[in-house]
């Protein structure tokens, strides 16, 4: 039969709603695969290596969450591949694939955190990888539109773990999911912000691991050129936000601030607005410090108020260029991975709702993607604190302590056992 002639009767069939029986059709629907050969097939096939299967996030499984409505989840990754609000090097819209790609070593057979005393793949909850939001290079003004409605759909859907469950979180968060972003540059959580306010129909406290404040006034940037447009970029979006009423002025912070300031006077503190309502943890305070002691000061500023929402917000900058290079903005004098991992560690008990890791640009990253890789392990941290905070029982403070008046979350003790506690690090 002529090709044109075979076209035209497939078409009327499919119009009259008849499936043609094709040479090629797939196995009839109604055939079910016996339970004893899939346990086989499953037994056989399942297992994957680090460098093995398609890249997703720790190997999740992957879902277009946004074309699936009835898609349920208690955490979901989410990538917003979005750099067009950058003031210096462009790159971050690669960072999403860079930060899957560098996950790839995080099986879930084989991701036991022995600090948290929890597999966060093998737990309560329901995880997926979300794929990416399709965000317009084009128009920023579009682009925060695209992930202001992305991010409002995927926190706005029941959990996948009810809030009757003795697992998932509880108080103000109990029965909503929690998202991931991977960005992207760090323009991005200024639409999760305005999501998250819709959420949760409150100011979000604020936790900002950065070496810049990224509180500035868009007229920082060219005063004489500025466009309602130009606002929205990577270092004004929390002065946006905060003038929004967006972030709780009583509660958030900055971590890991080392930037310089504009003028000739220390204006970028000091000037009054809602924006300078963060505690200022400065880089080389870690010095005096101590990771352990960001940590504590970290959760003396924003408590563990199950009531009141905290958004986690990661630079990658907030690392020392010499460790964690492939990122836009790079600041000498930054924490390394471990310090840094050690604050994340102890702060599991922030009620986090959402988070992001933002401005990894792989172009700018060594032949060991030292910084993708460093990104992948803090989104490691984050879900793991998520999930563990709903594991519906006490799994206990650092590497299994459990928490009482004398032994603090941190690692501290009290009376004649320091020492030996000590030694246990």
């Not at 979000?204 to 070496?211: E, N, R, S």
Request: one cysteine or more; a negative charge; proline letters at 6%.
């Amino acid at each position: 039969m002529p090709g044109w002639k075979n076209a035209l009767l497939l078409g009327l069939a499919a119009l009259a709603g008849v499936r043609p029986a094709l040479s090629h059709a797939h196995h009839d629907e109604s055939e079910v695969v016996p339970q004893d050969k899939r346990e086989e097939l499953l037994e056989k096939w399942e297992q994957e290596w680090g460098f093995s299967g398609i890249s997703t996030f720790a190997h999740m499984q992957a879902v277009k969450c946004l074309i699936e409505p009835d898609e349920r989840y208690d955490i979901a990754i989410i990538g917003a591949p979005f750099d067009t609000a950058v003031s210096y090097r462009p790159g971050a819209r690669f960072g999403p694939r860079a930060i899957r790609a560098a996950s790839a070593r995080q099986l879930p057979g084989t991701s036991y955190n022995t600090r948290a005393g929890i597999n966060p793949y093998k737990s309560w909850a329901t995880l997926r990888d979300c794929g990416d939001i399709p965000v317009t290079p084009f128009d920023n003004a579009l682009a925060e539109r695209q992930m202001y409605e992305a991010f409002l759909e995927l926190g706005s859907r029941p959990a996948k773990t009810p809030a009757d469950s003795k697992y998932g979180t509880k108080g103000i968060s109990a029965g909503k999911p929690k998202l991931v972003t991977l960005g992207g540059d760090h323009s991005i959580a200024l639409p999760a912000l305005r999501a998250l306010y819709q959420i949760y129909q409150k100011p979000i406290t604020v936790l900002h691991f950065d070496a810049h404040l990224d509180t500035w006034n868009p007229g920082r940037y060219a005063s004489y050129w500025l466009s309602e447009q130009s606002r929205f970029n990577h270092g004004s979006f929390f002065h946006i936000a905060s003038t929004e009423g967006l972030i709780s002025n009583t509660t958030s912070a900055h971590a890991g601030i080392r930037t310089r300031l504009t003028g000739v006077d220390d204006g970028d503190y000091t000037n009054p607005g809602p924006e300078q309502g963060f505690i200022r943890i400065h880089a080389d305070d870690i010095d005096e410090l101590g990771p352990v002691g960001v940590a504590e000061r970290i959760i003396e500023r924003i408590g563990l108020d199950p009531e009141q929402p905290v958004y986690l917000s990661v630079d990658i900058d907030v690392l020392d260029p010499g460790t964690a290079p492939g990122t836009g903005t790079p600041e000498p004098g930054g924490w390394t991975t471990r310090e840094m991992i050690r604050i994340l560690r102890g702060i599991e008990k922030l009620n986090l709702v959402g988070a992001d890791i933002v401005e990894v640009s792989p172009s700018y990253d060594n032949v060991g993607e030292t910084t993708a890789l460093a990104a992948a392990q803090v989104a490691f941290e984050i879900i793991t604190s998520m999930v563990k905070a709903g594991a519906g029982e006490d799994l206990g403070g650092w590497y299994g302590r459990k928490d009482d008046a004398d032994v603090l979350q941190s690692g501290k003790t009290t009376g004649d056992d320091s020492s030996s506690k000590k030694d246990e690090l």
